[in-house]
C-alpha cells in the first residue's frame, strides 16, 4: 500500500510511541502497560490506512469534471462566491470523513489562475457555514469551458491542508493536488447552467466518479 509522504511524520511518530511501550511492556509485563502497547498499535495501523494513497486513473471526456475526493456530497446548491467569479455560482460541496481517502485529485485540465489561503475557525466540515469561516485554500482553475474554483476546508479535526499547484501552473484532470489531515470538506464552485451528474447524499471518488459537465 503506498502511503502519502505528508503522513510519513505522524505515522513515524505513532510508531516509536508504539516501540517503546512494546520495549518496556516486554521487559516489565505490566498488564496496563500491555494495553497502552495496544493502543499505540492501533492508533499506528490508523494513521497508515488513513493517509493511503491509492493510484487513480479515469477516462474523462473533454468539459467533464471530476470528483476531486473520496466522500458524500453534502450541497449541492447555488450560491454567491466573493472571490474569483464574483457573482452568483453552483456549489457542490463533498465531505471527508477520516476513514475516506484524503489525497485530493485536480477535477479538470486548465492552467490555475488564481490561488489563495485563508486563515480562520474549525467548525464540523459537514456544516454549511464551514464553506465561509473555516480555515481553506483556494485554487482557481482556467479551463476551455470556463472557470471553476476549488477549496480545500479544514474541519473540526484537519489542521493543515496540503495544495502543491502554483499561481500559472498547467494541471490535468486527475493530477494528485494535494491532501487534507482528518475529517474536512471540498467545495467546487462552477459557472451557472453546469450540468450536474450528482446529487446530496451521493459518494463519490476521486479522480474518477463524473460529478458535472460544461454546456458545449
Not at 500500500?1 to 511524520?9: D, V
Not at 454549511?128 to 471553476?148: C, F, R, V
Request: hydrophobic share 45%; charged share 20%.
Amino acid at each position: 500500500m503506498k502511503l502519502a509522504p505528508e503522513g510519513m511524520p505522524t505515522i513515524i511518530i505513532a510508531g516509536l510511541f508504539f516501540m517503546i511501550a512494546l520495549m518496556i511492556w516486554l521487559i516489565t509485563k505490566n498488564q496496563i502497560l500491555g494495553y497502552l502497547t495496544l493502543a499505540f498499535a492501533v492508533v499506528t495501523l490508523f494513521m497508515m490506512f488513513f493517509f493511503r494513497d491509492p493510484p487513480r486513473k479515469g477516462d474523462y471526456l473533454p468539459g467533464q469534471l471530476i470528483s476531486p475526493a473520496d466522500g458524500k456530497v453534502v450541497i449541492v446548491k447555488e450560491t454567491v462566491d466573493s472571490f474569483l467569479f464574483q457573482q452568483k455560482v453552483l456549489q457542490i460541496s463533498i465531505f471527508l470523513s477520516p476513514m475516506d481517502v484524503h489525497i485530493n485529485w485536480i477535477p479538470i485540465s486548465g492552467q490555475v489562475i488564481y490561488q489563495q489561503y485563508h486563515s480562520g475557525k474549525f467548525f464540523p466540515a459537514f456544516e454549511e457555514k464551514a464553506s465561509l469561516a473555516n480555515e481553506q485554500m483556494h485554487l482557481g482553475i482556467e479551463t476551455p469551458h470556463g472557470k471553476i474554483l476549488m477549496k480545500q476546508i479544514a474541519g473540526i479535526l484537519a489542521r493543515r491542508v496540503v495544495c502543491y499547484p502554483r499561481l500559472g501552473d498547467e494541471v490535468t484532470t486527475g493530477q494528485r493536488m494535494g491532501l487534507m489531515k482528518f475529517g474536512s470538506r471540498i467545495d467546487l464552485l462552477l459557472p451557472l447552467g453546469t450540468k450536474v451528474d450528482v446529487k446530496m447524499g451521493d459518494r463519490v471518488k476521486g479522480g474518477i466518479t463524473p460529478i458535472a459537465i460544461f454546456n458545449k
